[in-house]
């Protein structure tokens, strides 16, 4: 049994879809308020907890061989920070994991905690791959640098508005991944021995500026390269200005500041050497990323998988029914 954290991310649904293509048998940690039901198609299980409570996470460890880490917080919200998820969460994991003989960890880190800085988001992670590293675990941190899905997003609000803010410095060089490559480096980390008790950086197959990666994403996909600058000393001119706001937007944009301004190429033929596994090009990766969103993204597929009363009663209407009334088990499969 592989228990996958952050199961219902960007990375995470990914990671669950490479799992069950060869017969894996999954578990996801999913929050209850979660949209994990996208998944109900792959045949994962759910255990319903989360990484700030100790008692779910080592409920959910029962059985499990090999964990995927996959966890993250984007934006942070009231109690799920930064330091809470990444650095709590992940020690909370890793310990559980440790208690019940797991075999082996894969932690998604990011390249950006190579950085020399006080953000939140990079230093909790820095924690957590501390943390790995002493807890007596077989474990492999993998650090990506900067999603191809990032760059489709980012040619997306092309697509919508026009023009977008490109942060960060232009001329900062990334090799962009796509997840589904950074999946299946994560499922080869659970076998490789060159691999185990490895911190990796990892990385798609091209380098390139970020300019480049955000001219060519446009390009492949019929847009004007249309962008503002935003540069890191923006970003973080924005993020002195949200502080009074709270911490929310301001750590955004310092985290951004420094995303999109560390250096994170890597040697692509390396990459595939390393994994043994061919990656994307970078121009496939960018058409595939630009169509295919999310799941939860997708109106069409939203449209079909709210309709199910059980899910609409409990993650649209809050109220309805109590968190504490959701199934224990896998929910019906509808698919
Ligand atoms: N995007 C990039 O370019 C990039 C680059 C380098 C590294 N990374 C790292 O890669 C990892 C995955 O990124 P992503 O873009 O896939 O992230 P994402 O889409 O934001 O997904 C984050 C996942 O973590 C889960 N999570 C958050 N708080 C939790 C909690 N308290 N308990 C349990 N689960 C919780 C979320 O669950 P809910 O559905 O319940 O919110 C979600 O499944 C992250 O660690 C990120 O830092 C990303």
Not at 189 to 201: F, G, I, M, Q, Y
Request: contains cysteine; glycine residues 8%; aromatic residues 6%.
């Amino acid at each position: 049994m592989i228990l996958v954290t952050g199961a219902t991310g960007r990375l995470g649904t990914q990671v669950v879809r490479v799992l069950r293509s060869i017969g894996l048998d999954v578990r996801c940690l999913v929050r209850k308020g979660s949209e994990y039901f996208w998944l109900n198609d792959t045949g994962a299980a759910y255990f319903f907890g989360d990484l700030r409570d100790q008692a779910s996470v080592e409920r959910a460890m029962n059985g499990v061989r090999h964990v995927i880490a996959a966890h993250g917080v984007r934006v942070e919200r009231t109690g799920n920070d930064h330091r809470a998820v990444n650095a709590g969460g992940s020690a909370t994991l890793f310990a559980a994991a440790r208690s019940r003989g797991v075999e082996h960890v894969v932690y998604i880190s990011c390249a950006a905690v190579e950085a020399d800085d006080d953000v939140p988001a990079l230093s909790s992670k820095r924690a957590a791959e501390t943390a790995l590293a002493s807890s007596g675990l077989s474990y492999t941190v993998l650090r990506p640098g900067l999603f191809v899905q990032n760059f489709a997003d980012l040619a997306r609000r092309v697509e919508t508005n026009g023009n977008v803010f490109l942060p960060g410095s232009p001329r900062t060089s990334v090799s962009p991944i796509h997840t589904r490559d950074l999946a299946l480096m994560a499922l080869a980390s659970l076998e490789l021995p060159a691999l185990k008790n490895a911190t990796v950086r990892v990385g798609g197959p091209e380098s390139m500026t970020i300019q480049e990666a955000f001219s060519r994403m446009c390009q492949v996909n019929g847009l004007p390269a249309a962008h503002w600058p935003l540069p890191p000393s923006g970003l973080r001119a924005l993020a002195a200005v949200a502080r009074p706001l709270g911490r929310r937007w301001s750590n955004h944009a310092r985290a951004l500041a420094v995303l999109y301004s560390h250096s994170s190429a890597v040697d692509g033929a390396s990459m595939a050497t390393t994994f043994g596994i061919p990656l994307t090009p970078y121009d496939d990766a960018a058409r595939t990323a630009f169509v295919e969103r999310h799941q939860s993204e997708d109106p069409t597929a939203r449209e079909e998988k709210v309709v199910h009363r059980q899910f609409t009663a409990t993650i649209y209407e809050p109220g309805v029914i109590k968190w504490d009334d959701l199934p224990s088990g896998p929910p019906p499969r509808r698919d």
